[in-house]
């Protein structure tokens, strides 16, 4: 008799146990699962900025500084690919908490989306194949054939060239693959991610004749009046005081980050 009310009552003290464990977890804010989840796009098409390895992982220089911010901001992170040009509907629509994606700011933009501080210091550059000759400078790219993305800061620039026939694509590779094929003369796109691409093997045959057309900045885009935008840029500015950032910007870029505005 005595040992059964003896069982009954270790069997009473461990649940209360399980239930103060249980209650416990559930009000730290700290721990993983109870972080909040933001769903962040980006269109790994971008080299050395967000790529996809052959078996699906995500990596470059803004997914290591978005799971960065992510750690400082206590939130967990949630990538979702989408093309590039369906990013700024996208963020409208609220279908997304914010995309990360060598964005750049611009006023037009700024119209319906917002933007964290800037992250990064961007511009264009024009890219022609290896044996081009003709093509040096902005006014060489007169009545010439130009390949671009859809939606970006080098389809806007190229508008600006007089009579030059503008052909669109969805994605680098593919803007690329039509300048080696001969379909264009040149490709206007971001700086970085070519030149990157150029020294890393990935691009044979083409080389670049003019970078920094352009001084751009880029960003991180969320909503307009996102209840995420001041966390991420207090995640932002923390991992640029801590060394974060540079040492992020060193491992894709092997050199000293320039030194960037705090707001655009
Ligand atoms: N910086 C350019 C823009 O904002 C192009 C960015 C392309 N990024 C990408 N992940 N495909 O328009």
Redesign the pocket.
Known sequence: MKSIKWKWQQLILSLGCLLLILACNSFDPSTKQDAKLLKVAT?P??IP??IQTARGKLEGFDIDLMNAIAQVALFRVDFENLP?DGMISALQAKRVDAAI????ITAERLKTIAFSRPYFK?GLAIAVRQDNQNIKDFNSLQGKKIAV?IG???ADFAKTIPNAKISTFN??PEFFQDLLNGNVDAVVS?AFATLYAIKNGKLKGIKVVADLLTE?Y?GIATPKDSPHLDTINKALAALLSNGTYKQIYQKWFNAEPPQLPESW
């Open positions: 269109d098409t971008f900025f967000e590039f994606s060598g964005i750049t961007a993305q970006s800061t080098g994605s680098g971001d751009e880029y």
